[in-house]
């Protein structure tokens, strides 16, 4: 069974740092595309950022509201992908998902990040 | 970037009736050289991630019911669950994955009339 599961989120202020963490298990973790997906408070979702398998490149995509601010990576031996918030803004509040593949056909079950003076 | 409108907003559909969502690109995602159409479609029920429920524009996911069925090629494609079921209240979002940033498209609320 995939899984998939985020952590590190939580409350801060305008201008601080966060860094967010997803597990993933039952399946490659090494082979699969990893994306960040966040949804605000009762908004649509939003792709945020993508990272290649390395056997595909490893090639690293963000959204424009994002680039410069937030840094994706990941950890293939812990099957484990991150994402390093700085900067945050109040509009970057909202429930962010980590999901699998060109598709997302597999997702966590989020995690909550508040930014809020 | 590829805007993605999805129509209606929302609509009420009586238990057993049919429900059509749609949705239309700003460009076509209609990939030539292999003739595939890159969308999805997802389910989001109230508290939990969204669901995959179509990729490639009709193929349905692996244990998504058939009465859900997506259509449509190029710019215009369609969701349409042939006989609604109180389980189906959630919201539908379309998504490109032609190019990159993929985009989703705003989300249609689907309730029970």
């Known amino acids: 069974e995939v899984l998939l599961v985020e952590s590190g989120g939580g409350l801060v202020k305008p201008g601080m740092s966060l860094r967010l963490s997803c597990a993933g298990s039952g399946f490659t973790f090494s082979n699969a595309w990893m994306s960040w997906v966040r949804q605000a408070p009762g908004k649509g979702l939003e792709w945020v950022a993508r990272?290649?398998?390395?056997?595909?490149?490893?090639?690293?995509d963000y959204a424009a509201p994002v680039k410069g601010r937030f840094t994706i990576s990941r950890d293939d031996p812990k099957n484990t992908m991150y994402m390093q918030m700085n900067s945050l803004k109040t509009e970057d509040t909202g429930v962010y998902y980590c999901?699998?593949?060109?598709?997302?056909?597999?997702w966590g079950q989020g995690i909550l990040v508040t930014v809020s003076s | 970037d590829i805007v993605m409108t999805q129509s209606p907003d929302s609509l009420a559909v009586s238990l057993g009736e049919r429900a059509t969502i749609n949705c239309k690109s700003s460009?076509?995602?209609?990939?030539?050289?292999?003739?595939?159409?890159?969308l999805a479609w997802y389910q989001q029920k109230p508290g939990h991630p969204p669901k995959l429920l179509i990729y490639?524009?009709?193929t349905r996911e692996s244990g998504v019911p058939d009465r859900f069925s997506g259509s449509g090629s190029g710019t215009d494609f369609t969701l349409t669950i042939s006989s609604l079921q109180a389980e189906d209240v959630a919201l539908y979002y379309c998504?490109?994955?032609?190019?990159?940033?993929?985009?989703f498209g705003g989300g249609t609320k689907v309730e029970i009339k």
């Open positions: 998504q490109q994955y032609y190019s990159t940033p993929p985009t």
């Open positions: 460009q076509s995602v209609l990939y030539s050289s292999n003739k595939k159409d890159y």
């Open positions: 990272i290649k398998s390395k056997p595909d490149g490893g090639t690293i």
């Open positions: 999901a699998t593949g060109l598709v997302f056909d597999y």
């Open positions: 490639w524009a009709s």
